[in-house]
């Protein structure tokens, strides 16, 4: 059987295996680690890689700033930084139709910045807000809508453990690829905010107010809130600046935030046990799917299907941007199936020679910077996209007798502000990277 053969045929197998709900990092390691063998023709190859094969994929620096970055957003959860950047928001917009919801937008999008994870942000945010939307009076379908959505901003906004993978598998500079998603993030979260404001301007019944806050309390929830701003400023602005290295500006983030949730009272012995258990077992799925995708890739590579796949596109003369949407597309579509870090480690290296190929107009680094941040966006829409969103059961699980049909028709105008962005973003790539070019 021909090596293309063997490798179409290993795409149908562990999507397969995916549907019938094998874990995605096993399927993709056995298909990976079985068609290598029937490639190589012989077990011997194969044999010789795995000597060096786990050791090679996880020996990489960049990796280290995953379990950091998990770690810094337990700490931020346990030093109640969630519940400051809620009632701080809440302060300035809650007594404004609609305000309460824009605050857990906000809020989200703060949380977002030190946590890097989108349904551990959609969790604890929803833990957060979810009582004071009931409070103020919203409707259950905006109040769920609203936070799912929110929710995705934990991975859009900087730090991003997706980003760093996508950084790794296309050889990008992390540092770069952060700083290429702030203003992408900062138009989601005001996007979000704007189609709240419209929702409740077309039926007010949709949402209630709360009491203007008084001068002393909107001062106070500022002055709650500087240790988030301080960390953000000293881990983006610290990585970007290149005063140190991505790894180490996620140590310091975490040494930071787990300073601050000490001096809060919230990390006492029991609670940063649960902490790091929590940050080993994020990880240890993080890895293992790292650990198929790179046998899975290995086996790709073996069998050229990538390279042949980017050839043949380049044959068929269509233009770059109707390859660019076409592969938008599917990812928004599989998405509603898959989390957004497999299908990065799944589809990134064979999706990103295919576009390398093609003339944007910018420069390669420029070009894969812009993809990276377009893929992230889209592959985050996926948890928010009914049916199987898994934003959407993150918070229905927290707001049971709300029916998911109404959660579904609330998140669907948030799904369209996301398509309207990345089709700006697709139109304008400037948006993305004009702060690169400073």
Known sequence: MEPMTIALWGIVIMLVLIFLRVPIGLSMLAVGLTGSWLVYGSVGPLLAQLKTFTFSNFSSASLSVVPLFLLMGQFAALGGMSTALFKAAEAFIGHRKGGVAMAAVGACAGFGSICGSSLAT??????????????????????????????????????????????????????????????????????????????????????????????????????????????????????????????????VGAGGTGLLAWLKGGLGRKNLLSALEATAGGTGMVFLIVLGAAAFNSFLALSQLPQELAAWVGDQGLSPYAVLWAILVFYLIFGCVMDSLSMILLTIPIFFPMVSGLDFGLPPEEMAIWFGVLVLIVVEVGLITPPVGMNLFVIQAMAPDIKITDTYRGVWPFVMSDLIRVTILVAFPVISLFILRF
């Open 122 to 251: 959609a969790a604890t945010m929803g833990q957060v807000a979810l009582p004071e939307l009931r409070r103020a009076g919203y409707a259950g379908s905006l109040a769920t809508g609203a936070l799912a959505a929110g929710g995705t901003l934990g991975i859009l906004i900087p730090p991003s453990i997706v980003l760093v993978i996508y950084a790794v598998l296309a050889e990008q500079n992390i540092a770069k690829m952060f700083t290429a998603a702030i203003v992408p993030g900062i138009l989601a979260a005001l996007g979000y905010m704007v189609v709240i404001a419209i929702q409740v301007r077309v039926n007010p019944k949709l949402a209630g107010t709360v009491e203007r806050a008084t001068k002393r309390e909107r001062i106070d929830a500022l002055l709650a809130i500087w240790p988030v701003v301080l960390i953000f400023l000293l881990v983006i602005g610290g990585i970007y600046a290149g005063i140190f290295t991505p790894t180490e500006g996620a140590a």
